[in-house]
């Protein structure tokens, strides 16, 4: 049976939007990263919502990279400085979920 008819969608976000701000942390948490061990292997994921950042995933590095500060300096130069925005870099909350990640693909 030939589908001829069909519907496309996309999205498309703009910035300050909490995808582009999860997108930069996770972002800047591997830069961190591999700053200093290029060797690092780093399966990171960002949720933001109002007042929340939260980072999960696997990662296997012989570094330390304090996430918290990292997700905080991030916020802090995308520009949210202020509570009453429902969000800003003194005062969100930062929860981190990370496990080493299995033998079988580290």
């Given at each position: 049976?030939?589908m001829?008819?069909f519907?496309?969608?996309?999205?498309?976000?703009?910035?300050g939007?909490?995808?582009?701000?999860?997108?930069?942390?996770s972002d800047?948490?591997l830069d961190?990263?591999i700053?200093?061990?290029?060797?690092?292997?780093?399966a990171?994921?960002?949720?933001?919502?109002t007042?929340?950042?939260m980072?999960a995933g696997?990662?296997?590095?012989?570094?330390y990279?304090?996430?918290?500060d990292?997700?905080?300096?991030?916020?802090?130069?995308?520009?949210?400085?202020?509570?009453?925005?429902g969000f800003?870099?003194?005062?969100?909350?930062?929860?981190?979920?990370?496990?080493?990640?299995?033998?079988?693909?580290?």
């Amino acid at each position: 049976m030939a589908m001829t008819d069909f519907l496309f969608t996309s999205e498309s976000v703009t910035e300050g939007h909490p995808d582009k701000v999860a997108d930069q942390i996770s972002d800047g948490i591997l830069d961190a990263i591999i700053a200093q061990d290029p060797k690092a292997r780093v399966a990171c994921e960002t949720l933001v919502t109002t007042g929340l950042a939260m980072i999960a995933g696997e990662i296997t590095t012989s570094c330390y990279v304090h996430m918290p500060d990292v997700v905080r300096e991030t916020i802090k130069e995308i520009g949210y400085h202020d509570s009453s925005m429902g969000f800003d870099w003194e005062t969100c909350a930062v929860l981190t979920s990370i496990d080493r990640q299995s033998p079988d693909i580290a």
